[in-house]
């Protein structure tokens, strides 16, 4: 890197020893404690004859490291855990006089000494949040954020509002990379519209877990189909079958009271054609939202989605019944669709508008497919085939609550303001949908299909 930055690592160089990596450790200990002035403790002592003597490092029992750093990134972030877990007597060495924040001069001086032990993308962050910072101060916490993979708003914005820019080549640029490597820049350009966060996620993914829950989910949808279509002895439109309603997972207006039902109903689609689209999409869309931003988030939305498109379907077409996925995949392709145009000129995956407009004409083909089953003459009167309105519901949380997930890679969702409004706008409309479903039927007084 320019303007007097250290020269950055290179990624094929080799991992240092255990016994390098506690030497070098030791020497930090050894090194910050000087530079504050501050004698070591007797524990600090003992702590480096044991790495002086050992070939692994050793640290405080309560500080565990993140499974996902790296090995050579460990000794520092081993020492920075252990004064942080310790408190506040240890965290002077960073922090002599208590402020909360480090000088520049420090910070930029400790990743010079141990920056070879840095994923080199994550080097580069640390030196431009040194250089960004006009005020020669580097708040302490921030620090230790990003050392544990836990940013803050405020170090996205030192970032992001430097004057500095980041001077090294983009991941796109990078060569001699492992199938595996490429796969994870692709991902990373797929899903996040700025290049630190690329190049985070890219230092950070080690697909350990895997993108399990979307893989689960997709396996579970195509047994329960197969299954029906031995049953029903039909693959093709098994909704119009005399016997389809009498599955106990999908959602009844007569059987409302049985909750499950609100959930369960992805596992029954109407047909081939109903199936595979919806499986296409939760695969190709789902499975690299799920590598970035994990099986919680993903997951959680995911969920949402299909509660309230079934809820939705119980308030405007209160007749029908459910069933599909559909709610729960629009929710997500959705939500995905909307952060690329939110972020289009950030967004580098190739051929994004094609792309966006490919997904737009297979929904419309999916949600127009729905909505002709829906007025087709129904197979087993008076009750009609499945509500189209599931697919409404999932759009409107994916704009919303998804939104706000996937524009806000590795952050606290609690610090997001619009996290907060828009998770209490979904709150009050289940709510809303619940009381709804107790007395709404009645006091209307609505006839309603006979249960299966």
């Known amino acids: 890197m320019g303007d007097g930055s250290p020269p950055e690592p290179s990624r094929a160089s080799s991992h240092p020893s255990p016994a390098v990596a506690a030497s070098a450790e030791a020497e930090a200990i050894e090194v910050l404690g000087a530079e504050d002035g ?29 499974n996902h750093q790296p090995l050579t990134e460990q000794p520092l972030l081993s020492r920075i855990q252990c004064d942080t877990s310790r408190g506040q007597k240890h965290t002077r060495k960073f922090d002599p006089e208590n402020t909360g924040y480090i000088s520049t001069e420090k910070f930029r001086n400790l990743l010079q000494r141990y920056g070879s032990e840095l994923d080199p993308h994550k080097l580069e962050v640390l030196l431009a949040l040194a250089d960004n910072n006009s005020e020669g101060k580097i708040c302490y916490q921030d620090f230790v954020n990003l050392m544990s993979n836990k940013r ?8 992001l509002q430097g004057n500095r820019r980041l001077c090294s080549k983009a991941l796109l640029e990078e060569t001699g990379l492992s199938l595996s490597q490429r796969l994870i820049r692709h991902v990373a350009y797929e899903t996040l519209p700025r290049e630190i966060d690329r190049k985070w996620y890219y230092d950070s993914y080690t697909c350990c877990p895997p993108p399990w829950f979307m893989i689960a989910i997709t396996i579970v949808e195509v047994a329960f189909f197969l299954y029906n279509g031995v049953v029903l002895d039909r693959f093709v439109l098994q909704v119009t079958h005399p016997l389809y309603l009498k599955n106990s997972l999908l959602y009844h207006p007569q059987l409302r009271a049985q909750a499950w039902r609100y959930l369960t109903y992805i596992f029954m689609h109407a047909g081939i054609e109903h199936l595979g689209l919806n499986v296409v999409l939760q695969l190709v869309v789902g499975v690299p939202l799920e590598m970035v931003h994990g099986a919680a988030r993903i997951g959680f939305v995911y969920i949402a989605g299909v509660l309230a498109g079934s809820l939705a379907v119980s308030i405007a077409d209160m007749t029908a019944p459910v069933v599909g996925s559909s709610g729960g995949v629009y929710a997500l392709v959705s939500a995905h669709l909307a952060n690329i145009v939110m972020n289009w000129s950030g967004m580098k995956c190739q051929f994004k508008l094609l792309r966006v407009a490919v997904a737009l004409i297979c929904m419309s083909f999916e949600f127009g497919r729905a909505v ?30 998804g939104v706000v997930i996937l524009r806000n890679y590795e952050q606290r969702l609690q610090d997001q303001s619009l996290w907060w409004i828009f998770s209490s706008m979904y709150v009050v409309f289940v709510l809303f949908a619940i009381f709804w479903n107790i007395f709404a039927y009645s006091l209307l007084d609505l006839k309603l299909p006979p249960p299966p």
């Open 38 to 66: 501050l004698p070591m403790a007797a524990e600090d002592n003992d702590r480096v004859g044991r790495n002086q003597s050992s070939a692994s490092p050793t640290c405080c029992p309560k500080a565990k490291l993140p």
């Open 152 to 159: 803050s708003n405020s170090f996205r914005q030192a970032i």
């Open 372 to 401: 002709w089953l829906r007025f087709y003459p129904s197979a087993y009167p008076p009750c009609p085939h499945p509500s189209f309105v599931a697919h409404l519901g999932g759009v409107a949380v994916g704009i919303t609550l």
